[in-house]
């Protein structure tokens, strides 16, 4: 009789959820999943429930295998030498492997007055706030969005078009970093069709957050009856509290088969991976790839075989302002952006099959574990492994 696996995954967005359900292959393996809140939340939808036009939550009944025990709680602690979680609600839970896949948020903001006056909109729980706030803040009343990615890109856009609001949207640097600069002169037209203000650059850079006003780096004080944060990057501290090595974002480091460079026997997914201290571009369509391959470097290791190095490229990014116009950004295989992109209603429809993917591969996978497949690169990451072991043998001048 062989003997049970028990895989505890920590946390259950994209890439929790996809790897658990590819865990089910083996009958003999037992999963558990481990998340603070009872539904799981599409994040691609998040600046919708601000809008008022989606809940943004899924049932984990429709998305998580029938095998797979979901526990409610946060993990507090990592015991990697005795294989244990510790809860925040009280007890352990024993594990033979671990996949850390705890997600991603916008960092803590430094600037000053941010954490008192800006709403962030990266979690389910930030995002009721916030939409609860406007439900309660006239239409006429100023808004300013800070970051110029596509979280902030769409939540301007869909204040703008769903509520009529007066948006200013603040990038800093430039809109829309990863678009061609085609598609980002498409993007400053479609905001500006929808009315939202566009500040680009290093000197519309916020320095301060009052209550009622943001400051620029120009010196301009712009009226803001609601602050929305959508710039940075963060992740939980789970893995640095429990003494495991990260990244300076907090990433867990791994290798390239996304195995802890801590301890073997745990596997890392999603935004709060660090393969190489190389990590991925954050997105869903990312987030669910890790997931299967951290599964795919448990179950190589359960059945005794070398787990293989992560090979993934990037088709495509997109972007919606509002219902009914979006922006599908064609990518190469290294992702950066080609000329092509699909724009219009086009762009619309592709974006929404790209949202409704994200979960249906999840529906699929739980059914039908091990099935869901990505595009390769095997040629661009050996590059940048290679570059950056290069600079790192290189002597100090």
């Known amino acids: 009789m062989s003997k049970n696996t028990d895989v505890v995954v920590v946390g259950g967005g994209y890439a929790g959820v996809m790897a658990a359900n590819r865990l089910t292959q083996r009958d003999d393996v037992t999963v558990t999943v481990i998340n603070p809140r009872p539904v799981f939340v599409p994040r691609l939808r998040l600046h919708q429930l601000v809008g008022g036009t989606h809940d943004a939550v899924v049932d984990y009944e429709d998305v998580l295998a029938d095998r797979v025990r979901l526990v409610v709680d946060s993990a507090t602690w990592i015991d990697a030498a005795g294989r244990s979680v510790t809860l925040a609600e009280g007890g352990t839970i024993g594990y033979d492997y671990l996949i850390y896949a705890v997600g991603s948020g916008s960092s803590g903001p430094s600037v000053p007055g941010a954490a008192e006056f800006a709403y962030p909109v990266a979690t389910l729980e930030a995002a009721q706030r916030l939409r609860s706030v406007l439900w309660d803040t006239p239409v006429t009343a100023a808004v300013t969005v ?3 990615g596509p979280t902030g890109i769409e939540t301007a856009a869909e204040l703008a078009e769903q509520q009529g609001r007066a948006v200013t949207l603040i990038c800093g640097g430039v809109l829309g970093p990863y678009l061609h600069p085609r598609a980002r002169r498409t993007a400053r037209k479609y905001l500006a069709e929808l009315g939202v203000s566009v500040l ?7 320095t301060a957050v009052a209550r009622e006003a943001v400051e620029l780096g120009d010196g301009r004080t712009l009226a803001s009856q609601v602050t929305i944060w959508t710039a940075g990057f963060g ?11 990260t990244d300076a974002a907090g990433r867990l480091l791994t290798d390239e088969t996304l195995t802890s460079v801590d301890n073997e026997r745990i596997v890392a997914a999603g935004d709060s991976s660090a393969p190489s201290d190389l990590p991925f571009r954050m ?9 299967a391959h951290a599964a795919d470097t448990v179950l190589n290791r359960i059945a005794g075989e070398q787990p293989t190095p992560i090979d993934l490229s990037f088709p495509a990014m997109c972007i919606s302002f509002g219902r009914g116009t979006g922006i599908f ?3 190469h295989k290294d992702d950066t952006a080609m ?23 999840l529906v699929t996978e739980a059914r039908k574990p091990g099935s869901h497949s990505w595009p390769k690169d095997g040629k661009h990451r050996p590059q940048l492994l290679a570059a950056q072991h290069d600079d790192a043998a290189a002597p100090v001048a």
């Open 146 to 148: 800070v970051g110029g």
């Open 200 to 206: 680009e650059g290093p000197d519309a850079s916020i």
């Open 235 to 245: 992740v939980p501290d789970l893995a640095d509290r429990s003494g495991l090595r």
């Open 283 to 291: 997105s869903a369509y990312a987030a669910g790839c890790l997931g």
């Open 329 to 331: 950004q064609l990518g």
């Open 339 to 361: 000329r092509l992109y699909f724009s219009g209603r086009a762009g619309k429809k592709l974006k929404e099959y790209s949202c409704a993917a994200s979960v249906k591969h």
